[in-house]
């Protein structure tokens, strides 16, 4: 089946250090969505990429489709302590509206 | 976006019990998923529930250990049957988005099976 895999599964920074998060799926995927889970909580949806090569930002957040919707990434500019939190991709593929979880990044941000 | 109630948050039971988690929506969706989440992981899909039909199970999950019940657009049910502590875990729904494929997700329900 449909694999989703996240690195790194978990990083540390300081805050106002760049962190970044990589996600590779096992097959092509129709869509790729982006969801933070602060601790505690459940996933928050942030974002959903569709095509090919895609950019989109929100504020300090830049995120990527690749070229072959395999893959995505997840960058955060100069991070804040309120970006904690794990932070998931979600492929969609198969059944319609059905994704597929990545296995996340924690990010810990520190003073 | 769509608001999402779970109950119960939380409950400690005793193995070989079935607990039966509620999940209700404030809007009617179509299709309305159940997760598995256990601690620091991710989440697992254990199936798709569309109302007026029977629920869509992943791989690894079975009717028998997690029926289902979707008897409106508004609301569902995921029952944890003969509960053992590998059991134990947050079991998260969700729905979809309407023009979208976003999911919201409920606050979830924390399982401790003793």
């Known amino acids: 089946g449909q694999q989703v895999m996240q690195i790194p599964q978990y990083q540390h920074v300081q805050e106002g250090e760049d962190f970044t998060t990589y996600c590779n799926s096992s097959?092509?995927?129709?869509?790729i969505q982006w969801y933070k889970q602060r601790p505690g909580g459940h996933p928050v949806f942030l974002i959903q990429?569709?095509?090919?090569?895609e950019v989109k930002k929100q504020k300090r957040l830049t995120f990527q489709f690749g070229e072959a919707k395999k893959n995505s990434s997840l960058h955060i500019t100069a991070t804040q302590t309120t970006d904690v939190g794990t932070y998931f991709c979600?492929?969609?593929?198969?059944?319609?509206?059905?994704?597929?979880f990545g296995t996340g990044t924690r990010l810990q941000v520190t003073l | 976006s769509a608001v999402i109630s779970q109950k119960p948050s939380r409950d400690i039971c005793q193995r070989g019990t079935s607990l039966t988690i509620q999940c209700q929506v404030d809007?009617?969706?179509?299709?309305m998923f159940w997760y598995r989440q256990q601690p620091g992981q991710s989440l697992t899909l254990i199936a798709t529930?569309?109302?007026?039909?029977?629920?869509?199970?992943e791989s690894g999950f079975v009717i028998d250990k997690f029926p289902i019940s979707r008897p409106n657009l508004t609301f569902s049910t995921l029952t944890v049957s003969n509960m053992s502590p590998e059991d134990s875990s947050i079991y998260l729904c969700s729905v979809s988005g309407g023009q979208t494929d976003e999911q919201f997700f409920g606050p979830g329900t924390r399982l401790t099976v003793l």
């Open positions: 529930a569309n109302q007026g039909s029977e629920a869509t199970y």
């Open positions: 990429l569709v095509k090919s090569g």
């Open positions: 979600a492929g969609g593929g198969g059944t319609a509206s059905k994704l597929t």
């Open positions: 097959t092509t995927l129709s869509n």
């Open positions: 809007s009617q969706v179509t299709m």
